[in-house]
């Protein structure tokens, strides 16, 4: 069996998604988008006196019989990545930050493109963090119209990995799907082949906002599996209570869930979200509060009693520091979500109510992510029913280390950590310099910065996508300077024989 959490039992759940229904019939959703407004006014739906959008049941039935219950990412190659349905848990960076808390300095600050660039760079290679996503903005480094597409280029010129990613205006996807299909043999390609999740926000109070609007139909016209993500706040703009915030949650999901589908039945959707507690005293908005938490698991349940494939902002802290908060609040939920089969969790890497982002905290989450899919991997026997054979060997060795039983599982079954995460006694660590947290993930991103190795790319094509970026320009002005990967690293053999690197800095 899979290690697994439930919060709603089967009749909860119907009444859950009953009444959810029954409010996207009666109370409805403003559509703003007048493109994505006409299609649905085309479709059947109607509208009240308000103008809101009315769903009834049968067409919210249609579009979950239609709505595919799993789909597969793909890298920058075309090979398959990632499949998102079931209980497959997949781990990738937060997003929207807009800070970077710089390791060499100590400082939080604007993050910029050689910021971005190293977070790509060392995301590309942890292998716990199953793709990236365009996490923070570079800020004043590039035109505000076009941020989204430089963040996607410095993201595909970097890693073979795929990418969560969103527009940030009303007509930015278009842009940024050209650049993806020049990874693909043409636009029926990348359809077939997906590389990238867009993520469509819900506001709250049932509205869906002229950029939601038009990048939601955008996507779903060209292909783009994307991740309805409501922002529920609870205490503030829906109730505080689980059950009540859990419905309304619901509610904005499936408006998307249906709009997508009623472009285009088939799209491939993320039933998702970003919910966060409204504090009474401090007045934020903590997103690692227990009962937003809660909240995370209870809409997850919903979503895979629908059949969807499931999205979640876990995995991250609402800390300022990679602290103690911050690793209990992240392993913590890292851990909820691998438990509730989560299939994309967003939040590796960030701080500070998702606003700041630490690359020395991005690799110790890695450790903190594997050891959560490490806990949820099925249980079964493995060679140890019977026991009665081991229990007769510890008593005649008087030890199990070199036995046949743990040589055979020792490499699948305990999981070995990085040395971000202190493993030694107290002696060795001391001998190894006594480095705290901070320290040995900082040591751990320098050497992986050093250690990255580039994804050749043909030169015609960066060309295209960067031809791509300064159409977008309201005037001309040069790209910003990306930083030059690490020279190649020399080898040598080291004094048993083996081959070794030393990294050129």
């Known amino acids: 069996m899979r290690p697994r959490i439930q919060v709603l039992d089967d009749d909860l759940l119907q009444r859950i998604i009953t009444e959810a229904k029954r409010i996207l019939a009666e109370v409805g959703m403003e559509v703003r988008g007048p493109e994505l407004r006409r299609r ?120 073979r990995k795929p990418v969560v990613s969103g ?15 020049l990874f693909r043999h043409d636009r029926a390609d990348l359809i077939a082949r997906p590389m990238s999740i867009f993520t469509i926000t819900a506001t709250g109070m049932f509205r869906y906002s002229e950029d939601s609007c038009q990048n939601l139909l955008d996507c779903v016209e060209w292909g783009i599996p994307v991740e309805i993500v409501p922002v529920t706040l609870m205490g503030l703009i829906a ?116 606003l700041t982002f630490s690359l020395p905290k991005l690799v110790y989450d890695d450790d903190l992510c ?19 054979d081991l229990a007769r060997e510890v008593m005649s060795e008087q030890h199990l280390i070199t036995a046949e039983h743990t040589m055979a599982h020792w490499p699948q079954e305990l999981h070995m950590p990085s040395p971000v995460t202190d493993r030694d006694n107290r002696e060795n660590w001391a001998r190894a310099g006594s480095k705290d947290l901070v320290q040995r993930a900082t040591a751990e991103v320098e050497r992986r910065l050093a250690a990255y190795e580039p994804p050749e790319t043909d030169p015609r094509v960066v060309q295209e996508l960067q031809g791509i970026i300064t159409a977008g320009m309201s005037a001309p002005a040069p790209l910003p300077v990306v930083p030059p990967p690490p020279k190649p690293a020399a080898v040598s053999p080291d004094n048993d024989g083996r081959r070794r690197r030393r990294f050129a800095r």
Not at 104 to 120: H, S
Not at 167 to 181: D, L, P
Not at 374 to 386: A, G, N, T, Y
């Open 239 to 354: 109730p505080v209570s689980l059950v009540g915030a859990t419905v309304f949650h619901t509610v904005d999901t499936l408006a998307g869930i249906v709009m997508a589908q009623i472009v285009r039945p088939g799209a491939p959707v993320l039933f998702g979200g970003a919910p966060a507690e409204f504090h009474m005293r401090a007045a934020t908005s903590p997103m690692l509060g227990i009962q937003a938490l809660h909240l995370d698991v209870a809409y997850a349940a919903v979503g895979k009693a629908l059949g969807f494939p499931t999205q979640s902002y876990m995995a991250l802290s609402d800390s300022k520091f990679l602290d103690a908060q911050a690793g209990a609040e992240t392993f913590g939920s890292a851990l909820l979500a691998a438990l509730a089969g989560i299939n994309s969790v967003s939040g590796p890497g960030m701080l500070d109510y998702v």
């Open 370 to 388: 594997g050891q959560a899919l490490h806990f949820v991997r099925e249980i079964k026997p493995l060679d140890d029913l019977p026991t009665l």
């Open 40 to 159: 649905l006014l085309d479709a059947g739906l109607p509208a009240d006196a308000q103008g809101r959008i009315l769903f009834p049941p049968h067409v919210v039935d249609a579009a979950i019989a239609t709505t595919p219950h799993s789909f597969t990412l793909y890298d920058r190659d075309g090979n398959p990545h990632a499949k998102l349905g079931g209980d497959n848990v997949h781990f990738v960076p937060a997003s929207s930050g807009l800070k970077i808390l710089d390791h060499r300095t100590g400082q939080t600050r604007l993050a910029d493109t050689t910021d971005f660039t190293e977070y790509v760079r060392l995301g590309d290679g942890l292998s716990n963090i199953a793709y990236l996503a365009t996490a923070f903005s570079t800020n004043d480094d590039i035109e505000a119209r076009i941020s989204d597409a430089w963040r996607l280029y410095l993201c595909l010129t970097n890693s």
């Open 167 to 181: 527009a940030f205006t009303e007509h930015g996807v278009e842009r940024m799907a050209e650049m993806m299909q």
